[in-house]
């Protein structure tokens, strides 16, 4: 059987950290969890390390601050790579990313996917308890990217993504340059380029209930800026 391992980063999730892992658990019941957490002043590292399922079937790497969401994931997917997992779950700890996704996606990666993205824009995918502005600001931002990119992907942005190890493995991630949510834009270009198997899969993702959005305009003006730089110079640099 494959080893499987579920990626969260985190940053004050202590509402969340506990409830989301027991769930995943619950229905991947033999996939590991990798909890990133950027220095948590709230006790999340804590909580983790606390919980009866630590160092055994979850993990945890702490770090010295607030670095940001793509070198959580670097440091994750690395840790993985390290560790011979052949499957990587993106997720977030808010539960936005539902859990009960996670057998479907597995699933479409057994049939010959390499890049299973938890899609919001697919037919059977959608947002809930979102404003206009953060459902249209999210449309712009797949729309802008699948523009200048000139690929097909219809949420180029979304966070709760799979992966098999040997896409990770391929992808160059110490030459990655983004940090915010456009790490999710360039890891998918990425993989795009390299001519893997991309499939998207319908989620209804849900706004947080506990904590604060770490969304804000300097994380918007990098994905403007960083996927005209990705079309421009990523072309052919990512290797197989």
């Known amino acids: 059987m494959e080893k499987i391992l579920i990626c969260i980063p985190t940053y004050n999730e202590k509402e969340n950290i506990l409830a989301i892992i027991q769930k995943i658990f619950f229905f991947l019941p033999k996939a590991h969890v990798l909890v990133v957490d950027d220095n948590s002043s709230d006790g999340t590292a804590k909580l983790v390390e606390e919980s009866e399922f630590y160092k055994k079937s979850l993990f945890l790497i702490k770090r010295s601050g607030k670095k940001g969401l793509g070198r959580a994931y670097i440091e994750g997917f690395c840790w993985a790579i390290t560790e011979n997992y052949q499957v990587v779950f993106q997720c977030d700890a808010d539960f936005s990313h539902n859990p009960k996704y996670l057998p479907f996606m597995l699933e479409e990666l057994e049939k010959g996917a390499d890049l299973v993205i938890g899609s919001r824009n697919v037919p059977g995918g959608g947002v809930e308890n979102?404003?206009?502005?953060?459902?249209?600001?999210?449309?712009?931002?797949?729309?802008?990217?699948?523009?200048?990119?000139?690929?097909?992907?219809?949420?180029?942005?979304?966070?709760?993504?799979?992966?098999?190890?040997a896409v990770l493995k391929a992808i160059d991630l110490q030459g990655i340059r983004s940090n915010g949510y456009v790490f999710q834009i360039e890891l998918k270009y990425r993989a795009s380029l390299l001519g893997f198997r991309l499939l998207e899969f319908p989620i209804v993702f849900k706004d947080r209930v506990h904590g604060v959005s770490k969304m804000n305009f300097k994380i918007v003006l990098e994905a403007f800026w960083h996927v005209i730089y990705l079309r421009l110079f990523q072309k052919g640099k990512a290797k197989k």
């Open 130 to 165: 979102w404003s206009f502005f953060r459902k249209t600001l999210s449309r712009f931002g797949s729309f802008y990217a699948r523009s200048i990119l000139l690929v097909s992907i219809q949420d180029l942005t979304g966070g709760f993504n799979a992966y098999r190890v």
